[in-house]
């Protein structure tokens, strides 16, 4: 299982790279071929380790919350 993690880790990574602006966490889910349950706990460890910055925000057209994800560049 960490090893899945690992690699869904690595999809979501290369996602936001080409995603300069970042993306909501829905886009992620729908754009990356991997169960929600991965995707949420690859991007926890992303968030721990200081690689994503992961904002609460609310989109007015799409009603509830989510959450934008924006990969952390190294200076």
């Known amino acids: ?7 869904v880790a690595g999809d ?3 996602y936001l790279d080409k ?5 909501l966490l829905r886009e992620l889910c729908r754009d990356i071929d991997d169960p929600r ?4 706990m690859s991007l926890g460890w992303l ?3 200081g690689h994503v910055i992961v904002q609460e925000t609310k989109v007015p057209a799409r009603g ?8 952390r560049k190294k200076k």
């Open 47 to 49: 968030a721990r380790e």
């Open 19 to 23: 995603k300069p602006e970042g993306a």
């Open 37 to 40: 349950d991965y995707l949420l």
């Open 12 to 14: 979501i990574w290369q």
């Open 1 to 7: 299982m960490i090893t899945k993690i690992g690699f």
């Open 64 to 71: 509830p919350r989510d959450y934008k994800v924006i990969l």
